[in-house]
T-cell receptor, first 118, second 113 residues
Framework: DAGVIQSPRHEVTEMGQEVTLRCKPI?????LFWYRQTMMRGLELLIY????????DSGMPEDRFSAKMPNASFSTLKIQPSEPRDSAVYFC????????????????FGQGTRLTVV | KNQVEQSPQSLIILEGKNCTLQ??????????LRWYKQDTGRGPVSLTI?????NTKSNGRYTATLDADTKQSSLHITASQLSDSASYIC????????????FGKGTTLSVSS
């Protein structure tokens, strides 16, 4: 498996523009996570899907952020309109959630999308 | 408040030397603790996962320890290599499903020749 695939790797956009980040999780995984990483705050969970259903979106900073998972092999994170403070590296990760049993499920991260909003 | 604190913030060591990174947490409930390695420009990669009952776990030259009583963990790197230069992130999971993760801000390790 190629691992978690994110696109684009880098995105530079002007303030006010819409940005869409894409993620293909590892085949067979049923959990997908979107994270944001900045120097100041480190890694922060934005939203978590299980079986394509959003379970916890409490980390989504504002209504400008939205995420979808139309099927088990694809997810998007959209920012509209984008602002300079959204500049960060956005990671997608996937894992297999057994639902019960030992809590040792490993999450595999993609390479991230570095977003710069100018 | 759930928090994960790591020390030192950064560390420089010579190739071949050992080092130990620290992680203190105030997280409840506790499910498991993970150490991740993040190379520059890459996503984090899991090194170890330890549950409440595990005191130590090794992955090659990496050995993680966990003291659930004092809520402390350490990551020991033996015979460091240049490729060990990375950020090491301590993460505490608070739920059974492994989805509620509290991240530390990481320790940046630089190994020089």
């Amino acid at each position: 498996d190629a691992g978690v695939i994110q696109s684009p790797r880098h995105e530079v956009t002007e303030m006010g523009q819409e940005v869409t980040l894409r993620c293909k999780p590892i085949s067979g995984h049923n959990s997908l996570f979107w994270y944001r990483q900045t120097m100041m705050r480190g890694l922060e969970l934005l939203i978590y899907f299980n079986n394509n259903v959003p379970i916890d979106d409490s980390g989504m900073p504002e209504d400008r952020f939205s995420a979808k998972m139309p099927n088990a092999s694809f997810s998007t994170l959209k920012i509209q309109p984008s602002e300079p403070r959204d500049s960060a590296v956005y990671f997608c990760a996937s894992s297999w959630d057994r639902g019960r049993g030992p809590p040792d499920t490993e999450a595999f991260f993609g390479q991230g999308t570095r977003l710069t909003v100018v | 408040k759930n928090q994960v604190e790591q020390s030192p913030q950064s560390l420089i060591i010579l190739e071949g030397k050992n080092c130990t990174l620290q992680c203190n947490y105030t997280v409840s409930p506790f499910s498991n603790l993970r150490w991740y390695k993040q190379d520059t420009g890459r996503g984090p990669v899991s090194l170890t996962i330890m549950t409440f009952s595990e005191n130590t776990k090794s992955n090659g030259r990496y050995t993680a320890t966990l003291d659930a009583d004092t809520k402390q963990s350490s990551l020991h790197i033996t015979a460091s290599q240049l490729s060990d230069s990375a950020s090491y992130i301590c993460v505490v999971c608070t739920n059974q499903a492994g989805t509620a993760l509290i991240f530390g801000k990481g320790t940046t390790l630089s190994v020089s020749s």
